[in-house]
């Protein structure tokens, strides 16, 4: 059930892909229905941009959704208090308290986080200090709010397990990080674990949601638009960069020919967090697409867009490499096969479908999203 008290929201993470959304979506539900009192955003200046300079950028540039640019701009900004700091700060309380009353019923949530997909050291020393030590610290801060709190983590946080997932995960909790792909999935299940105890200790209202791999948008236009070219869109960018070079040497590239990948629209997960956010009855949520798609047809359809056609998929990696197939297993096989060769899960989407309405479910359209990525040159800065 749905708490419709009046309410304030604290969002971590929001000039990220999913965190802007997920913005987006709660200054729609604002401007409509009265129910939010204030959005506090999490942010922090990054080269010669302030924290505000950052999130103006967001609500005003050719990308920024429709909807968003039909909503009066005062309209906007009477809902928006800006909280200049890093969730790693340690003064972080007090910039919190110096912004937000402690009488006002809130809710966090926490996009904020690297996606590194690495497993390596220097990872582990990513995801430790961004992920696992910033969530504990923004929770420490917040020690004084009467707040629930909403963690955005990873439907990979299973680690590698087979078949059917629901939303429950607790039985994969505790696993060893052998587990786990990398650090990234292991610090998201073990903060996972660690939220629903630290929140029942308190006797504190907690909600877990995972999106899977996170896409372009499909709903609102303008479509297809992402500011992040990884995971997909990373392993395409491989031969899109031969392509510019001009190198048409067939590739053999070791992809199961019986994986899947679970594939989102970023404003589809943004839309589901901002409709079950406070819905006390939604304790873990799969943000996840209805199926997950073939990875050697996806891959497929996306290079055949930009048109690229020298590859070809196998189902090992070869032993006579060529130098171009040497620089793609030193590099690339590296942080995408443990998900090209390994994960072939579908997901239960029964409460999700109960959440939000047949229309929202569009699947993701491979072939637009691959020549979105093309038309910005794979450049995340030009976004």
Known sequence: MKNKVKHSILLTGVTGLVGSHILFELLRKATLNGEIFKIYLLTRGKGNKTGKERIEKLLQNPYTPDFIKNICQKNIES???????????????DKIQSKVSSTERLYVI????????FNTSDAEKDVLHNNYNGTHNLIRSLKNYDYKFIFIS????SGKVDGALTSDYRKFYDNSCDAFRNPYEHYKNKLENEIINLCGSQNRPYQILRPSVVCGRMLETPLYYTTKFDVIYGWTK??????QRGVNETVRVRVGSETRLNIVAVDYIAKVVSEVYNDDSVEFLNIVSERSDSNRCFYKTMLNAMGIDNFIFVD???ADQTMVERTYYKLYDKVYGPYNNSISNEYDTAHLKSVIPDSMRTPPDYGQLAVFAMNHNFEEASL
Request: charged share 15%; no cysteine.
């Open 79 to 93: 809902f928006i208090e800006y909280i200049y700091a890093d969730i790693n700060d340690a003064d972080l309380t």
């Open 316 to 318: 090992d990696i070869p």
């Open 154 to 157: 990873t439907a990979f946080s």
């Open 238 to 243: 491989f031969f899109w960069s031969l392509k």
């Open 110 to 117: 926490h996009s904020a986080g690297s996606v590194n997909l």
